[in-house]
């Protein structure tokens, strides 16, 4: 998914539309995120004389679809694409993982590549 939990986001579509929040939860199976106070709902809850618990209207987040916002970046004010590279030697950004196993050399272990997420217009790195 193009969002991970405590990115800054920008809601595209709905009656949240162009409000910013951070993202909360995640579901990557479903593809939707939860974002701190957007799309709130209201949830009933049922009195328990046992427990001592009263009855209430809770207002909590509602999932929205991960399609409907994109990354808020800080440089523009505004929503971004973004693109994956690759981290290689030096902290250098590479299109494909082979070239950034290549910036390595022959004599060191690269060991893990790291996969950042990138802004396609400002080349701003969002992990």
């Known amino acids: 998914m193009h969002v991970k939990k405590s990115d800054k ?4 579509t709905g009656k949240d539309r ?3 929040g951070e ?3 995640v579901d990557p199976h479903q593809r939707r ?3 701190a106070r957007r799309n709130m709902m209201v949830k009933h809850r ?3 004389p046992i427990t001592g618990q009263e009855g209430a209207r809770v ?3 509602n999932w929205i679809d991960a399609s409907n916002v994109a990354l808020y970046s800080d440089e523009l004010e505004g929503p971004v694409r973004t693109e994956i590279r ?3 030697a030096a902290g250098e950004l590479f299109e494909t993982k082979k ?3 290549d910036s390595f050399g022959d004599d060191e272990d690269p060991g893990y590549i790291e996969k950042v997420r990138v802004s396609k217009k400002t080349d701003e790195v969002f992990d």
């Open 9 to 12: 986001v920008i809601v595209l």
């Open 18 to 20: 162009d409000f910013t």
């Open 23 to 25: 993202v909360i939860e």
């Open 33 to 35: 995120v939860k974002v």
């Open 46 to 48: 049922r009195p328990n």
């Open 59 to 61: 207002e909590q987040e």
């Open 86 to 88: 690759f981290r290689g």
């Open 99 to 101: 070239e950034a196993v």
